[in-house]
């Protein structure tokens, strides 16, 4: 098949896209206009949390789009407040606004600790958030984050985001002044690397921030919804926060938020905040169907084991090829090269025949690993042997 031109164009050039156009995808695998087979280890940024169209998936939306599909968020919807009620059960939570994307809601989760600055804290606005953090692409959410550059592209920024050094506790105390109101992290820096926090640092933050009165935010856009193995990520660290926003994996691939708050920190007065599409029973019927299937019993242990897996082999592909070892939590993992060339190896991963491979660099010097969550051991096991074989042809 003849590739688009003419559509491609029509396109805003936003990023370098290879001429490929995925036309079907199921599980694990993607396929292309010319029936070329993918094994998917992004899914769509870890989206795809029950991999490609998944039968669960397909049957909510299936059903609710001949049901109802967008009455306005100014009424009530049975999807919308059975997901709220089930994320605000499995959580330390208390309340749930639905959005549309991860920025939206981390632009929820800001106004609202500004919100609750104003009210409880004399007007306190600063939120400490952490270099090489990614939080949307967004305005505010931008200038949230810590990504080299973004301080100057579309400038002027938003004020009021200081940041400080993941892992380092006296970075975020010399930030604190009476203007701040709130620290917000990723419990796993995504973009920046797949780099955890640790839990001396998760619980140096809880700390801190009950002595001086401020929020904690969890931006848990990537790793939410068992991602690392737990159904949230801040679980792992026996803390909790008062903020926490999902996006992502939640809607399995169908766009969909959500800002949780706890009661106290829940001060929205009416008109603070809305959307024309928040909590559309269409997508929180994609949530529902996403979240009963993580949260059934036995899921998540198969994706410790999964993790388990696609750590050890990582690790002894490391070994084999004087690699830098392996990091990460869950089925969010890095593999971290003793040089840059992970571009060199996410094109000759796509590129490999009879079938390719998806695969992901946020550094040079570092490949990201986001599988489905019910990826198989087959399929590691597949993903393994084909990369070592593609390190073997790119460093020849
Ligand atoms: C992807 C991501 C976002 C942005 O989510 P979008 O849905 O792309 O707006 C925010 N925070 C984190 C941690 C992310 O990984």
């Known amino acids: 098949m003849e590739f688009d031109q003419a559509g491609a164009n029509a396109l805003m050039d936003i990023t370098p896209r290879p001429e490929l156009v995925f036309v079907r995808g199921h599980g694990s695998w993607l396929e292309d206009q010319s ?13 795809n949390c029950l991999g490609h169209s998944p039968a669960p998936v397909v049957e ?7 049901l109802l599909i967008n009455p306005s968020p100014a009424f009530f919807n049975l999807p919308a407040m059975e997901l709220a009620k089930r994320l605000t059960t499995a959580s330390c939570f208390d309340r749930v606004f639905f959005a549309n994307s991860g920025a939206e809601a981390n632009e929820g989760a800001i106004k609202l600790a500004r919100k609750w600055g104003q009210l409880k804290r004399n007007g306190a606005f600063k939120i400490i958030t952490f270099d090489h953090s990614f939080h949307g692409r967004t305005l505010a959410t931008m200038s949230a984050s810590g990504k080299a550059g973004w301080d100057t592209l579309f400038a002027p920024q938003v004020g009021g985001f ?29 973009e920046g690397g797949v780099l955890p926090a640790s839990k001396e640092f998760m619980h140096g933050l809880r700390q801190l921030t009950r002595e001086h009165n401020l929020l904690l935010i969890v931006d848990e856009v990537q790793t939410g919804v068992g991602r690392t193995g737990q159904l949230f990520a801040y679980q792992h660290f ?7 926003t999902l996006a992502k994996g939640i809607g399995g691939g169908v766009p969909l938020a959500a800002l949780c708050a706890r009661e106290e920190v829940s001060v929205f007065q009416h008109g603070d905040q809305g959307g024309t599409y928040n909590g559309n029973p269409l997508a929180t019927a994609a ?5 009963d299937t993580v949260n059934a019993p036995g899921f998540l242990d198969t994706v410790n084991e999964r993790a388990q897996q696609l750590s050890e082999g990582l690790l002894a592909l490391s070994d084999k090829w004087g690699m830098k ?29 009879p079938e390719g491979m998806l695969l992901n660099s946020p550094r040079p010097n570092l490949l990201r690993f986001m599988p489905a969550l019910n990826v198989t051991a087959d399929e590691i096991d597949t993903m393994l042997a084909w990369l070592d074989g593609i390190v073997s042809d790119v460093r020849k």
Do not use: C, H
């Not at 029936?35 to 992004?42: I, Q």
């Not at 026996?238 to 926490?244: A, F, Q, S, T």
């Not at 949530?287 to 979240?291: D, E, I, S, T, Y």
């Open 238 to 244: 026996g803390i909790e926060p008062d903020i926490m």
């Open 325 to 353: 070892g392996e990091r990460g939590l869950g089925l969010l993992r890095a593999l971290m090269l003793d040089r840059n060339d992970g571009a060199a190896i996410v094109e000759a991963a796509r590129n490999r025949a």
């Open 162 to 190: 200081p940041k400080a050094t993941l892992n380092d506790i006296d970075s975020v105390r010399t930030l604190i002044d009476d203007d701040t109101v709130a620290i917000m992290l990723e419990p796993v820096q995504g």
């Open 60 to 66: 909510a939306l299936t059903r609710q789009a001949s």
């Open 287 to 291: 949530g529902l169907a996403v979240f």
């Open 35 to 47: 029936g070329k087979r993918y094994l998917d280890f992004l899914q769509g940024w870890a989206v």
